[in-house]
């Protein structure tokens, strides 16, 4: 009970609460071919910008001490090696609407909640078209 009520006091749920599929048409296509999407420069500060890494951070740094899914969004390596309790690919080179990154912050994920749970709002359309490119480019570490 002690758990369940710091878990909603930080505002990272441990497991995302499971609706049903509503996820939108996905297109596998870069909407700007002549930007080559920075991981470092792109995506990182997107990340930071919706605090993902409040709750998907490494185990012993949240308050409950645990990464939120399994998912440590804190580096490149973490987020691509993906969460411990998924069996889905966090992020599928070059095939973005397979992507559980791009699914989940996207309108009306397949399953679970939108993602940040805890952010000041969801991604803007701007901010989701740089990560779909990033995935749809091959997710490079660039």
Same mark, same amino acid.
């Given at each position: 009970?002690?758990?369940?009520?710091?878990? #909603?006091?930080?505002?990272?749920? #441990?497991? +995302?609460?499971?609706?049903? &599929?509503?996820?939108? *048409?996905? =297109?596998?296509?870069? =909407?700007?071919?002549?930007?080559?999407?920075?991981?470092?420069?792109?995506?990182? &500060? %997107?990340?930071?910008?919706? $605090?993902?890494?409040?709750?998907?951070? &490494?185990? !012993?740094?949240? +308050? %409950?001490?645990?990464?939120?899914? !399994?998912?440590?969004?804190?580096?490149?390596? =973490?987020? $691509?090696?993906?969460?411990? $309790?998924?069996?889905?690919? %966090?992020?599928? *080179?070059?095939?973005?609407?397979?992507?559980?990154?791009?699914?989940?912050?996207?309108?009306? +994920?397949?399953?679970?909640?939108?993602?940040?749970?805890?952010?000041?709002?969801? #991604?803007?359309?701007?901010? #989701?078209?740089?990560?779909?490119?990033?995935?749809?480019?091959?997710?490079?570490?660039?």
């Amino acid at each position: 009970m002690k758990l369940a009520l710091l878990v #909603l006091a930080t505002g990272c749920a #441990l497991e +995302p609460k499971v609706g049903a &599929p509503t996820h939108e *048409a996905c =297109t596998n296509t870069d =909407t700007d071919p002549d930007h080559a999407v920075s991981f470092a420069q792109d995506i990182v &500060p %997107i990340l930071d910008e919706y $605090r993902c890494a409040d709750c998907h951070t &490494p185990a !012993g740094k949240t +308050p %409950i001490g645990l990464i939120v899914g !399994g998912l440590d969004l804190t580096s490149y390596a =973490t987020l $691509r090696a993906g969460g411990v $309790r998924s069996m889905a690919k %966090i992020v599928v *080179a070059g095939d973005a609407c397979s992507s559980v990154l791009l699914q989940k912050v996207e309108a009306g +994920p397949p399953y679970g909640s939108r993602m940040p749970l805890s952010g000041p709002e969801y #991604l803007d359309d701007e901010d #989701l078209e740089l990560i779909s490119d990033w995935i749809v480019e091959g997710s490079h570490d660039n």
